[in-house]
């Protein structure tokens, strides 16, 4: 029974109401009240029925199709504004109902205007060839000829208005198998419980399992692993059906919209080439050796005679203890990105110091941490900060950089290339990760706090581009196999699972037959070929930072081109201008080059 002195221990959350205003953001760079919100609201609303009078003009002529696009991009700026700001008023506290209840009559509003503006891309598109080719080369559509070359180079996979209308209806259909397996995942699963220390038992879940995971205890981590798969055993066969309906629904959308195959369709958008993609797992495939050594420098650091998935994550090194206020964590921050020059620092610094951030947690706030840009605000940053905990300085680090992204390419791109596609978007804040890790390895006190860091860098690569090329290959062969007219039964897909496993983590990784049933628990892959980008996304971030690191006044200025490039060209041309070429595999390989060196290092420390 808790005693009334150790309840009164317990540190409760503060209501938003008594949170510091110098510990929040400041959201008067989109709107200083609410009720200046609720005005621009009103006066979207007014602007939806003006979109209908432009139906069936925009082939007129040039000037005509101009006059669309620029009352068109007006009404996305000040639906973009307005949505960033009721979207950061409502993290602040989930539970305010002012705050929910203006994201409603937003989303209404956006609704009705996205079913107003529906004619706009099937017009367009159906202009005819030669007309278009007149209408691109003409002065009054110059400032949205990208924009209008980018949606006519879908014209091969577009279909009749008929067949476009029967996808258009199959579209809550499609999203059956994605459905079910978030409703089984995320409520249907139940896991038990479990103890993880004398008188503490947990429930067993999706989080907790990772925590579990990184008990010091092997045999907490070996039950939370059984106890945890048995569960997804139990549900095999419903998660093959759902995993295989997936991939069915991909291939199916393929076929009709006459790409060669589904990765092809997905790769489409980023105009990227399916060599990036084979690359990226024939570069991987060449540096396994260097993976299972580093498995094996995990079992011979924790003294154990063999090493299962569930000895994967505890830490070789314990978590060093340094603590860190915000102020020493923006401090630490912006020294160690000093090589990106003083306009990036200072900027930087106003930011973290100022108002671009909201620091810490109170009652009912948004989970985790985000940037959030947009082309008129700040780009503000949430966080959960807890000054004792080294990695949420990491964090910091990694959402400035997506916010220093947004601040360049708003500062330099027109509205309707500011914005950076999902490609690119983790490369410039990775590359502030790297940045920070490398200080912070350079100055570390003692081995054991350099082996920390190494661990940590170790782990980060291993999960963001090994682990996550192994995934994206299971994704390629899993459609290969429905493409192929063969059936991805359950049996199929543990096998195909198997052999990545055995071939990843080498002869010296004990695979437990449950763990073939990872394959049909992560998330990503019932939305196929998007986590090749994460592993894209950390290798070009390192190639990047080594880069200019060990470059000079054009390494840097190129870097800082490439944040302030938005959308305006591909991803790979916005890359390959800042000196990186993802379509070649030297990006990748240089990156695996460091984690074999590091493996090295850590081996001789431990």
Avoid at 62 to 74: Q, S, V
Wanted: aromatic letters at 12%.
């Amino acid at each position: 029974m808790t005693s009334t002195a150790e309840k009164s221990k317990v540190k409760k959350l503060p209501p938003r109401s008594k949170v510091k205003a110098d510990d929040t953001w400041d959201l008067s760079s989109l709107y200083p009240t609410d009720a200046a919100w609720e005005k621009d609201l009103v006066k979207f609303e007014g602007m939806i029925p003006k979109i209908t009078p432009f139906k069936g003009t925009l082939a007129d002529s040039p000037a005509a199709m101009a006059k669309y696009l620029t009352f068109d991009e007006g009404m996305e700026k000040l639906g973009e504004r307005l949505g960033t700001y009721v979207f950061l008023r409502t993290s602040e506290d989930t539970a305010d109902g002012k705050s929910q209840e203006m994201y409603l009559r937003y989303s209404n509003i956006m609704s009705k205007a996205g079913q107003e503006g529906a004619f706009a891309r099937p017009e367009i598109m159906a202009i005819p060839a030669a007309k278009m080719k007149k209408f691109l080369a003409a002065k009054e559509l110059s400032a949205y000829r990208l924009l209008l070359e980018r949606l006519i180079r879908y014209k091969p996979h577009t279909l009749s208005a008929s067949e476009e209308r029967l996808i258009a209806m199959q579209s809550e259909m499609s999203e059956a198998s994605n459905q079910i397996f978030g409703k089984l995942n995320d409520a249907d699963l139940k896991f038990g419980e479990i103890q993880i220390a004398p008188g503490e038992t947990i429930e067993l879940s999706h989080s907790s399992f990772s925590r579990c995971l990184e008990n010091p205890d092997r045999k907490i981590r070996k039950q939370a692993f059984h106890q945890y798969y048995a569960e997804f055993s139990d549900h095999a066969n419903t998660l093959a059906s759902t995993l295989n309906a997936s991939v069915q629904r991909d291939v199916y959308y393929a076929r009709a919209r006459s790409y060669p195959s589904a990765l092809e369709s997905s790769l489409f958008g980023d105009n990227v080439p399916i060599s990036v993609y084979t690359n990226l797992i024939d570069t991987v495939h060449r540096y396994l050796p260097s993976v299972h050594r580093y498995v094996d420098v995990r079992r011979r650091a924790l003294k154990l005679k063999d090493v299962h998935m569930y000895d994967t994550y505890v830490p070789i090194v314990s978590e060093i203890k340094m603590k860190h206020t915000w102020a020493q964590a923006s401090k630490v921050i912006l020294k160690s990105l000093e090589p990106l020059g003083s306009e990036y620092c200072g900027v930087l610094e106003k930011g973290l110091l100022g108002r671009w951030c909201d620091k810490y947690e109170n009652k009912g706030k948004r989970s985790g941490a985000f940037s959030c840009g947009s082309f008129f605000g700040d780009p503000y940053i949430l966080m959960n900060y807890q000054p004792d905990v080294l990695n949420h300085v990491f964090t910091l680090a990694h959402e400035a950089g997506h916010s220093m992204h947004s601040y360049y390419s708003a500062k330099h791109q027109p509205f309707v290339y500011y914005n950076y596609t999902i490609f690119v978007a983790e490369v410039a804040s990775t590359f502030n990760e790297e940045l920070l890790g490398k200080h912070l390895m350079e100055h570390a006190r003692d081995d054991k706090e350099r082996a920390y860091f190494i661990t940590r860098e170790l782990d980060d690569i291993r999960a963001t581009l090994v682990r996550q090329t192994m995934f994206a290959e299971f994704e390629k062969i899993i459609h290969d196999v429905v493409e192929n007219g063969e059936a991805l039964t359950l049996e199929r897909i543990k096998g195909e699972y198997r052999k990545l496993l055995d071939l990843y983590f080498g002869k010296g990784f004990v695979v437990d037959p449950e763990l073939e049933l990872e394959s049909l628990r992560i998330p990503h892959f019932y939305r196929a070929f998007y986590v090749y980008k994460y592993a894209t996304g950390i290798s070009a971030a390192i190639a990047l930072s080594q880069r200019v690191l060990s470059g000079g006044k054009k390494e840097l200025d190129q870097y800082l081109g490439f944040l302030k490039a938005g959308c305006s060209k591909f991803p790979l041309d916005i890359l390959r201008d800042a000196g990186v070429d993802m379509e070649k595999p030297e990006p990748v390989a240089a990156a695996l080059k460091r984690f074999d060196e590091l493996v090295t290092e850590l081996d001789e420390l431990v």
